[in-house]
């Protein structure tokens, strides 16, 4: 099963990045369009530690490329509705 990490980006585009298992550290690309956003390797973008979140009685994976407050991280995982943590 595939674990949806949340992504706070520092560029504004908040996004889910799925990964085959609960990842310490996403890697944030450096471009947007790149074909394999979440996939690359050092030269692609830098790494992002993974926390997890609770929110709403359950747990969420977050990376946290920019400061953020608890209550905004609740409203953006309101708003994309990642996979919660198992």
Excluded: F, W
Aim: aromatic share 4%; charged share 25%.
């Amino acid at each position: 099963m595939r674990i949806q990490h949340l992504l706070l980006s520092s560029d504004g585009y908040n996004r889910i990045i799925e990964a085959e298992k609960l990842e310490d550290e996403l890697v944030v690309p450096t471009t947007l369009s790149s074909p394999s956003a979440g996939q690359g390797d050092n030269a692609a973008g830098h790494r992002v530690v993974v926390k997890k979140h609770y929110c709403k009685g359950k747990y969420y994976a977050v990376a946290l490329d920019r400061h953020a407050a608890s209550n905004e991280i609740d409203d953006v995982i309101d708003l994309l509705q990642p996979a919660p943590i198992d």
